[in-house]
């Protein structure tokens, strides 16, 4: 069965980090590409960070370029997002998802990851709170 909890999320300040963490069960995470994703109040879920299973390649949101890292750890079968410079508009919840049937390769730093309004991502955890403020 396939699982994936996040974990991480809490109260930053501005200009301060938090390291998310997404533990994955029932497949081996460098097996199907992995993304983090958003959602603030009032607004749609957006792509965060992807990283892809074939190759390792990385994208970004232009939003978070510079300041976030997304990472995997295949022995521990997890995938991280280490956040720093932390602004107020980071606030949301916080998800990672996965998808064995998207084909994500040769990633670049001008590449998009697949936003879940096109493409529906087939696995997702709940979520957890980031909250950005003094």
């Known amino acids: 069965q396939v699982q994936l909890v996040e974990s991480g999320g809490g109260l930053a300040q501005p200009g301060g980090s938090l390291r998310l963490s997404c533990a994955v069960s029932?497949?081996?995470?460098?097996?199907?590409?992995i993304g983090w994703f958003r959602q603030a109040p009032g607004k749609e879920r957006e792509a965060v960070s992807c990283?892809?299973?074939?190759?390792?390649?990385?994208a970004y949101a232009d939003s978070v370029k510079g300041r976030f890292t997304i990472s995997r750890d295949n022995a521990k079968n997890m995938v991280y997002l280490q956040m720093n410079r932390l602004k107020p508009e980071d606030t949301a919840v916080y998800y990672c998802?996965?998808?064995?049937?998207?084909?994500?390769?040769?990633?670049?730093?001008?590449?998009?990851?697949?936003?879940?309004?096109?493409?529906?991502?087939?696995?997702w955890g709940r979520g957890t709170q980031v909250t950005v403020s003094s």
């Open positions: 998802a996965a998808d064995p049937f998207l084909r994500l390769e040769k990633l670049t730093y001008d590449s998009t990851c697949p936003s879940p309004h096109l493409y529906e991502w087939e696995y």
């Open positions: 029932g497949f081996a995470v460098d097996y199907h590409p």
């Open positions: 990283i892809s299973s074939t190759d390792g390649t990385i």
